[in-house]
């Protein structure tokens, strides 16, 4: 319990830092918020009453502080750039769309990286293993835009599977949103499953080279009940590690697949307000992902912790 303490402060505090650290990065940059939200066609005495409604007037340390208290109420502010509007209504109305984006991919790579390490462990440097080899150094050197745009051009134009550019709002059609979302998964899911599946495998090799498991075929256990008995178990390790890097790279790092294949989610969100130089959901889209990084290896940590007893150990000794 202690560990798992330190590690959710430890978390609070990085936290706080890229807080500070999105927030002077942006109280620094060239530019005056004011004039970019009035435009050009405001007279100096109208500029000056508009900077003083913003707080601009005001020192750095000050706005930061009534920005951080309204960020964590849930209210960081409104957007610059979208007519005022407030920018926790703009998550809220792009995060379901990104967070299922995110959840089908982790599923779709759990589903494609668990079955091939599996098929690769009866017997090493087969035709088995050579392929799924293959496959792995296919994907993890392919980028998921690249991925995306041969999936529009063949599933799209081709066989005519779905439309491109074509999105379907979830509140309209979940179904048919679920389906809009398929392949933009698939090519987030296929570069991150080849990593996976490569870690994995090579745990999996591992563990069987290990004592116990010659221990155990000493004594007249099958192989199935030690790969999922024992190795199994063991192998995820490292294996979960690497997941949650997976993990946070995928609801952070979605942004250039919802461009590509015209997904009203975060990311496109993101994009849309840092060419439009709108700070305030900048940075609250900048601390999002950052809680989204930080959530996941946190989380990553823990289940480790839970799974294999010697860490505990260790952490209570110490």
């Avoid at 209504?89 to 990286?113: N, Q, Y």
Wanted: charged share 15%.
């Amino acid at each position: 319990m202690a560990y798992i303490l330190r590690r959710i402060l430890v978390a609070v505090i990085t936290l706080f830092l890229v807080s500070i650290l999105c927030f002077l990065t942006f109280s620094v940059i060239r530019g005056d918020p004011a004039s970019t939200l009035g435009g050009i066609w405001l007279s100096p005495e109208q500029l000056a009453e508009l900077r003083e409604e913003m707080g601009l007037n005001r020192n750095v340390f000050s706005r930061y502080f009534d920005w951080l208290s309204g960020f964590i109420s849930g209210n960081p502010g409104n957007s610059y750039s979208f007519r005022g509007e407030a920018i926790s209504s703009l998550i809220a109305e792009r995060l379901p769309v990104s967070f299922t984006l995110a959840l089908l991919s982790l599923f779709l790579i759990l589903l494609i990286s668990i079955p091939l390490s599996l098929l690769t462990v009866k017997k090493e440097g087969n035709i088995t293993d050579n392929t799924v080899n293959f496959l792995t150094a296919a994907g993890i050197s392919t980028p998921g835009f690249f991925l995306g745009l041969l999936f529009i051009f063949i599933f799209g134009f081709i066989f005519r599977l779905f439309v491109p550019g074509n999105f379907i709002d979830y509140r309209e059609n979940f179904f048919g949103f679920l389906g809009c979302l398929f392949f933009p998964a698939l090519a987030i899911a296929i570069p991150n499953a080849a990593i996976l599946t490569k870690f994995l495998r090579s745990s999996l090799f591992q563990e069987l080279q290990s004592d116990y498991v010659r221990t155990a075929k000493s004594k007249g256990a099958g192989r199935l009940y030690i790969m999922y008995r024992h190795v199994l178990k063991n192998a995820c390790l490292p294996a979960v590690t690497v997941f949650g890097m997976i993990i946070a790279e995928v609801f952070s790092g979605s942004i250039i697949i919802e461009q590509v294949f015209s997904i009203l989610g975060i990311g496109r969100l993101l994009i849309a307000a840092i060419s439009s130089r709108d700070y305030p959901l900048i940075q609250a889209l900048m601390v999002y992902i950052a809680f989204i990084v930080v959530f996941a290896n946190t989380l990553a940590d823990i289940v480790i912790m839970i799974l294999d007893p010697r860490i505990k150990q260790t952490r209570e000794i110490q």
